[in-house]
């Protein structure tokens, strides 16, 4: 029997339906940021928004409450960015990723031939046990460990090489200082490591949060390679589709794939929101030309769906009267219902920021790109 193939709108539906993008959730914070796996973090008030966007009721202490208690850790872990994550995932994830993210570490010690890693490790195991240290203070050690050697691309690859974590207040709503790091092993009192079968377990969670998917699909989202055994390995527990490019798309058998028809309301997503970043082919859920129309390098930026495709870019303007909540359709004008859609969410945004005052303003921008 030939494989079935689902159309671009089934793949943005069944996506959005996992992601809590099609309707807003009840379930725990907790349980929420689990089904995700992770969450995007380089911003700290991009997790809060995530999750506004994704839950009823959503109340920022409740969030700020989970990383007080340590159920909720911030550090570098999917592609080597910020993510906030579960204590547990973080011990499933971290192992799995560390070898293959330290790469940069790795070519340094191929050119200083008498790098001594082990003794370097144990100096910046003390040096960060005596207290939490800010990025330039890891990068200063450790170019008095090995001039060359403190780099920011050095000291990212350390921070995934150590399983350095940023403790709070760091990822805390409003949070703009120098985030500091520490153990994650001393931070969670738990050892930071693998187990049998954890690669089976990361395949079927990623696919849970965002599929059906390729594997180039899951690689891309983790920076892992070499995948294509484990999911031949998960082939009897899964089905497969294909794509309408002839992909071969792996899924759960009881995960939802909901109709291509089904309603999509808007929605206003956070600085680099794991949607837009989990697949290796994102026409899921943002289309080639408005993708090269908001994305500019690594510049920051907050989007915004309508009927579940990335429409455009929001941003915040502070002003001296109020805040002004700004949207910029790109490359083609919302429908009247569009932004009418729009300015209802935003109206609801904007109090749930402001902490329900009530002197904001919305404002339309002209099209971009």
Same mark, same amino acid.
């Given at each position: 029997m030939a494989e079935r193939i689902l159309t671009l709108r089934e793949l943005n539906r069944a996506t959005l339906a996992r992601q809590f993008l099609l309707e807003r959730t009840t379930q725990s914070h907790l349980d929420v940021i689990t089904r995700l796996v992770a969450m995007q973090a380089q911003v700290a008030n991009a997790s809060y928004i995530g999750l506004w966007t994704r839950l009823h009721s959503f109340q920022r202490e409740s969030l700020t409450q989970l990383l007080e208690s340590r159920q909720l850790v911030r550090g570098s872990s999917l592609r080597g960015t910020l993510h906030l994550m579960t204590a547990k995932d973080? &011990?499933?994830?971290?192992?799995?990723?560390?070898?293959?993210?330290?790469? +940069?570490? @790795? $070519?340094?010690?191929?050119?200083?031939?008498? #790098?001594?890693?082990?003794? #370097?490790?144990?100096?910046?195991?003390?040096?960060?046990?005596?207290?939490?240290?800010?990025?330039?203070?890891?990068r200063m050690k450790m170019e008095e460990f090995s001039p060359g050697m403190g780099t920011q691309q050095l000291a990212d690859a350390i921070r995934?090489?150590?399983?350095? &974590?940023?403790?709070?207040?760091?990822?805390?709503? %409003?949070?703009?200082?120098?985030?500091?790091?520490?153990?994650?092993?001393?931070?969670? %009192?738990?050892? !930071?490591?693998?187990?049998?079968? /954890?690669?089976? *377990? $990361?395949?079927?969670?990623?696919?849970?949060?965002? %599929?059906p998917a390729s594997v180039q699909d899951m690689q891309t989202w983790s920076a892992l390679t070499r995948l294509q055994p484990i999911f031949d390995s998960l082939r009897p527990e899964l089905l497969t589709f294909r794509d309408e490019q002839g992909r071969e798309l792996f899924d759960l058998p009881d995960a939802p794939r909901p109709y291509a028809d089904t309603?999509?309301?808007?929605? =206003?997503?956070?600085? =680099? /929101? +794991?949607?837009? =970043?989990?697949?290796?082919?994102? @026409?899921?859920? !943002?289309? /080639?030309?408005? *993708?090269?129309?908001? =994305? !500019?390098? +690594?510049?920051?930026?907050?989007? #915004? $769906?309508?009927? %579940? #495709?990335v429409r455009g870019r929001w941003r915040l303007e502070r002003r001296p009267a109020s805040t002004a909540l700004v949207i910029e359709p790109v490359r083609e004008p919302l429908l009247p219902s569009e932004q009418e859609a729009l300015y209802s969410e935003g109206v609801s945004l904007m109090r749930w920021i402001l902490d329900g005052a009530e002197a904001f303003d919305i404002q339309f921008g002209s099209v971009v790109g």
């Open positions: 973080y &011990i499933l994830v971290h192992p799995l990723i560390q070898t293959a993210l330290s790469r +940069n570490l @790795r $070519l340094f010690m191929k050119r200083a031939r008498s #790098f001594d890693l082990e003794r #370097f490790t144990d100096m910046m195991q003390v040096y960060v046990r005596e207290q939490p240290r800010t990025g330039l203070e890891l995934i090489h150590m399983a350095l &974590i940023q403790p709070i207040p760091s990822g805390t709503w %409003g949070f703009t200082g120098r985030p500091a790091h520490t153990e994650a092993a001393s931070w969670l %009192g738990r050892s !930071i490591v693998g187990s049998e079968g /954890d690669m089976q *377990r $990361l395949v079927l969670r990623y696919l849970a949060a965002f %599929g309603p999509a309301p808007v929605r =206003f997503l956070p600085d =680099f /929101d +794991n949607l837009l =970043f989990s697949h290796a082919d994102r @026409r899921r859920v !943002i289309s /080639d030309e408005h *993708r090269s129309s908001i =994305f !500019i390098g +690594n510049s920051r930026c907050t989007t #915004f $769906l309508v009927d %579940g #495709f």
